[in-house]
Each structure stands twice: as C-alpha cells, then as structure tokens.
C-alpha cells in the first residue's frame, strides 16, 4: 500500500468515527410533538405534602398578640423577655422537624400528626385544635428546608432551595443552568423518597406528555439525573479509541514511508 493510500485511509477513519458521535435535532430539542397553539390540559394536579424530616415553619397571630405568644416558641430573646417576650431583639422563631413517625410536638397542644398532609390541610387541622384557645387565629405555615438536587449533563449540578409551594422539573433544570448538548432528554431519571422508599421514575422531555407525568412537578428533596446521550457516550469512547487509531495510522505511515524510501 503506498502512502497516500495510507493517507487516504487514515482521512476515511478519522471522519467516520467523527460523525458516529454528532447529535441529531432529535435529541437535544424539547417537546418536538407540540403543535402551534395547541391546548394540553394536564390532570396531574399538583398539591404539595409533607413528608418525614421536613423543616416546617408555622406562626398563629390572632387580634390578641399576648394569646398567641405560647403558640410561638422563639429562641435568642434579649431585652426584656421577662415581662413581655414580644419586646426581644434578636428572637428568631423555633421550626418544626417532622419525626419517624411524622408528627411535630406542637407547644401546648402537643404532638400533631403532619406527614402526607398539604399546608392547607395542616392550617386547618391547627385551627380545629386551636380553638379551646384562641379565637380566630391565623396561621401562617412555609416549608422551610424544600431542596432538589440536580445531578448529571447540566450545566451547573447542584442542591437548589426552592422558593414557593411547587417547582416544576423545567425550573428546577433552568436552575441548573438547563441541560448541556450531551444531555438524553428522552430518559431523565428522578429519584422521589416516600419517607425512606426510593422511587425512580423517568420522564421524557422531548415529549409535550412530559407535562402529565407524576413527576413533571418535583416534590422536596427529589433527586434529578440526566444521563450522557449516546453522542455523548461515543465521543467518550472515540476519543481513547481515535486517539490509539491515530497513533497506529502513524506507526503504519512512518513504516511506509521507510519502506517507499528504502525502495527507491
């Protein structure tokens, strides 16, 4: 074989494992089925609920400070908490870790039963026992520790704290800085824990269904894993194997070229 047969082949190797690792549109772009002014009503309405190891926070204000303020641990108080543990500087409010068994020990009430309730359905159960009481309290409550952990071909991987009642897995990703080019999008998979349960389930966001899936909305602490798409995984595997092919092309050029010379 002369060398620019050599050549050639060399050139024909190299490109064909180039373009075994290029994407195609269908890969990379977002719910490609949507059509222009399309209506999708999605049934997966979502309504949070707490689980296990939340961090929740709930404050009761009524029309009367003072017979609230049993309802209201706080911790840091200076100044004159004696008389009046409203007047403190400094107070920060005590939250409530849900237990193994899923309750909060509630002050004066005692322990109130909280996992797999929504923050509405807590508001009232509160309200019921607050009422031997108070007389109509208020009463605020936020999740204080909701996170999601974005994993994988993203930009910027990570644990995000979510602001809100609800996130949907495309904020959750644009947090994330969205996914790279080497993302599957056909195949995200999203761990759920159901109070030490793992659940996996997968999604698929090339497709406008990605939006009645059960884990379109993430709940807190759910763990979001996009895998390298197979352009991905080939240019992985191209680049040891392109690298050696080039070094054997190379040794199989000098040698030519030693023997063309030597021929001549």
Request: proline share 4%; charged share 20%; aromatic share 6%.
């Amino acid at each position: 074989m002369s060398t620019n047969s050599l050549s050639k082949f060399a050139s024909i190797l190299i490109l064909s494992v180039l373009i075994s690792s290029c994407a195609s549109r269908q890969d990379i772009v977002y719910f490609q089925d949507a059509k222009n002014f399309e209506t999708l009503v999605a049934d997966n309405a979502f309504t949070p609920r707490f689980k296990v190891d939340d961090l929740i926070s709930i404050h009761v204000s009524t029309l009367n400070p003072e017979a609230s303020v049993p309802f209201n641990l706080v911790v840091g108080i200076s100044g004159d908490a004696g008389a009046n543990p409203t007047a403190g500087f400094g107070a920060e409010q005590v939250s409530y870790l849900v237990d193994k068994e899923g309750e909060i020990d509630f002050p004066v009430i005692g322990k109130v039963k909280v996992a797999g309730l929504s923050p509405e359905e807590l508001r009232v159960s509160l309200r019921e026992l607050l009422t031997d009481y108070l007389k109509d309290p208020i009463i605020n409550i936020r999740l204080l520790n909701y996170t999601v952990t974005i994993l994988g071909e993203v930009r910027t991987p990570g644990t995000y704290p979510i602001i809100g009642e609800q996130v949907t897995i495309l904020e959750a990703l644009g947090l994330a800085g969205d996914l790279t080019i080497r993302g599957l999008r056909e195949n995200i998979m999203v761990i759920r824990d159901f109070d030490g349960t793992k659940v996996y389930n997968r999604i698929d966001l090339t497709s406008k269904d990605a939006m009645k899936s059960p884990v379109y909305y993430l709940t807190q602490n759910d763990v979001v894993y996009v895998e390298p798409n197979n352009a991905a995984v080939n240019a992985s595997a191209s680049t040891t194997g392109l690298t050696v092919t080039v070094s054997i092309i190379g040794v199989l050029l000098s040698v030519a070229t030693l023997i063309v010379t030597s021929n001549r």
